[in-house]
Nanobody, 115 residues
Framework: QVVLVESGGGLVQAGGSLRLTCAASGMIFSFNTMGWYRQAPGKQRDLVATITRGSSTNYADSVKGRFTISRDNAKNTLYLQVNSLKPEDTAVYYC?????????WGQGTQVTVSS
């Protein structure tokens, strides 16, 4: 079965950076468009960045210029470099295919940005 494991979150001050990692197993990772999603407390889960199997990327307006999505198909791993963090970036970050498959959701990784 498909297992997605996110890591790399933490508590950072505004303006700080983190690198989030998503390790995938049980799927042909390289064939899939992958995405990073986030869910803040009391809000819906939103897509923030996508990367196609050809490594074309797209970003939500709220993170454009600050976040960078990348992938290593040889390692079945997805990354999200998050820079210039703002308190409004505080959320649990998840990876999934695009569009998402419900049963693929992992536990996510918490990113908390203090002002």
């Amino acid at each position: 079965q498909v297992v997605l494991v996110e890591s790399g979150g933490g508590l950072v001050q505004a303006g700080g950076s983190l690198r989030l990692t998503c390790a995938a197993s049980g799927m042909i990772f390289s064939f899939n468009t992958m995405g990073w999603y986030r869910q803040a407390p009391g809000k819906q889960r939103d897509l923030v960045a996508t990367i196609t199997r050809g490594s074309s990327t797209n970003y939500a307006d709220s993170v454009k210029g600050r976040f960078t999505i990348s992938r290593d198909n040889a390692k079945n791993t997805l990354y999200l470099q998050v820079n210039s963090l703002k308190p409004e970036d505080t959320a649990v970050y998840y990876c999934n295919v695009v569009p998402p498959v419900r049963k693929y959701w992992g536990q996510g990784t918490q990113v908390t940005v203090s002002s």
